[in-house]
RNA sequence: ACUGCAGUACCAU
C-alpha cells in the first residue's frame, strides 16, 4: 500500500492526474487496497488539479468502502467543497470535521480551510463565524479571512483587516501582500498599493518576489503609469516573466 | 519504532 500510494503522490505531484488516478485503479486489481493515507493522496491530488467533483465523489466512495476520515481527509474535502462551491456539504463537513477531538494545532487549520471553503463559497457570515470561534488566529487564518472578503469584493473590510491583524499579534507576510496588493488592483487604489509595497521591505523585512512586482506592474498600468510600470519592470531585481 | 497523504495570492482587456 506504501508503495503505491507513494507513486500515486509522485504522479499527482507532476500533474499527471489521469495516470496517478490509473494507478490507483491498478493497485486495487493488484490486490493492495486503499488506506485512508492513499484515499486523501487521491482526495487532495484531485481538488488540487481542477477534479474537485471527483474528489468529493471519492470522498462518497472511501466512506462507502469503510475507510473512516482523518484530519488530513477533511482538509482535502473541504478544500473541493470551496472549489465547487458545494455548501450543503461544506456544512456537513463542518459539523463533521470535530468528531473525535483535534489538537489545537490541528483545529486551527482546520479553521482555516473552513474559512476559506465558506470564503470561495461566498458565505463570509460563516467564514466569520469560524474565524471568531479561534480564540486566537495565526497569519494563514487572517489570510484566509481577508482573501474571502476580497473575492466578495469588499475590499475596504479586507483592507482594515490587514490594520487589525497586527494590532492583534499576526505578522502580514508574503501571502497577506500578495492579497493585499491584489485586493488594492482590483480596487483600482493605486497609491494605497505603493504604500503597501514600499512599507513591505521598509516595515515589514519582507522582500517583494516577482509576483509582488508583478501586481504592482499591473497595478501601475491599470492607472496609466506606464512609464512607472517600465521602469519597475526594468529595475525589479528579477527576469521579467 | 521507522517509510507514503496534511491549512492561504491571483489567474489573463
Not at 88 to 99: A, F, I, P, S
Not at 145 to 166: I, N, P, T, V
Request: aromatic letters at 10%; a negative charge.
Amino acid at each position: 500500500i506504501v508503495s503505491w500510494s507513494s507513486l500515486v503522490v509522485g504522479y499527482f505531484e507532476h500533474g499527471l492526474s489521469q495516470e496517478a488516478l490509473r494507478f490507483f485503479e491498478e493497485m486495487q486489481v493488484d490486490g493492495s487496497f486503499p488506506d485512508v493515507i492513499t484515499w486523501n493522496a487521491v482526495l487532495l491530488g484531485c481538488a488540487e488539479h481542477g477534479e474537485s467533483e471527483r474528489a468529493l465523489m471519492m470522498y462518497a466512495q472511501m466512506l462507502e468502502q469503510g475507510v473512516l476520515p482523518n484530519t488530513a481527509t477533511f482538509l482535502s474535502a473541504i478544500k473541493a467543497c470551496g472549489n465547487t462551491s458545494a455548501l450543503d456539504l461544506g456544512n456537513k463537513l463542518y459539523v463533521q470535521c470535530w468528531q473525535g477531538g483535534v489538537s489545537e494545532e490541528t483545529e486551527l487549520i482546520m479553521a482555516t480551510a473552513l474559512v476559506e471553503m465558506f470564503g470561495n463559497c461566498g458565505s463570509m457570515t460563516r467564514a466569520q463565524q469560524v474565524f471568531d470561534a479561534m480564540q486566537w488566529k495565526d497569519t494563514p487564518m487572517w489570510n484566509a479571512l481577508m482573501r474571502g472578503y476580497s473575492r466578495q469584493g469588499e475590499s475596504e473590510h479586507a483592507l482594515h483587516l490587514f490594520e487589525r491583524m497586527s494590532k492583534e499579534g499576526a505578522h502580514p507576510d508574503s501571502i497577506t501582500f500578495l492579497c493585499v496588493l491584489m485586493i488594492c488592483n482590483h480596487a483600482g487604489l493605486l497609491d494605497k498599493g505603493q504604500e503597501y509595497f514600499e512599507s513591505m521591505s521598509k516595515a515589514y523585512g519582507i522582500s517583494p518576489s516577482i509576483k509582488h512586482h508583478n501586481c504592482m506592474i499591473d497595478l501601475l498600468g491599470r492607472a496609466g503609469h506606464l512609464n512607472d510600470a517600465l521602469i519597475l519592470l526594468k529595475r525589479m531585481p528579477y527576469q521579467p516573466n
